[in-house]
């Protein structure tokens, strides 16, 4: 059974830091291209960042770029993101998501084969 926990929420200030992890089981993490997603309430889900297989090639939203920082560790199947100088319009709930490597970045969330069940991300101004 597949399985993609996402942790390290919370609330935090503006101007704070956060770093998500999103621990995957059954299945091995250098066969899948990884994303990032998140969905605030009232919007549709976006794409955040991807990641390839081997970590070589990211890609980053306008919106989050020079912020955000994807990276992955397939021997310890964990996928990350390091957030800094978080904005209140960070605030969303926060998903990891998995497809076959063959497929690379971008990644839309209509072709995602596996889901997290996402981690909230709260930025008070």
């Known amino acids: 059974q597949v399985q993609l926990v996402e942790s390290g929420g919370g609330l935090v200030q503006a101007g704070g830091s956060l770093r998500l992890s999103c621990t995957v089981s059954g299945l091995a993490l250098d066969s899948y291209t990884m994303a990032w997603f998140r969905q605030a309430p009232g919007k549709e889900r976006e794409a955040v960042s991807c990641i390839i297989w081997s970590g070589d090639y990211t890609e980053y939203a306008d919106s989050v770029k020079g912020r955000f920082t994807i990276s992955r560790d397939n021997a310890k199947n964990t996928l990350y993101l390091q957030i800094v100088s978080l904005k209140p319009e960070d605030t969303a709930m926060y998903y990891c998501?998995?497809?076959?490597?063959?497929?690379?970045?971008?990644?839309?969330?209509?072709?995602?084969?596996?889901w997290g069940q996402g981690t909230q991300v709260t930025v008070s101004s």
């Open positions: 998501a998995a497809r076959y490597r063959a497929y690379g970045c971008p990644m839309d969330a209509e072709r995602v084969r596996f």
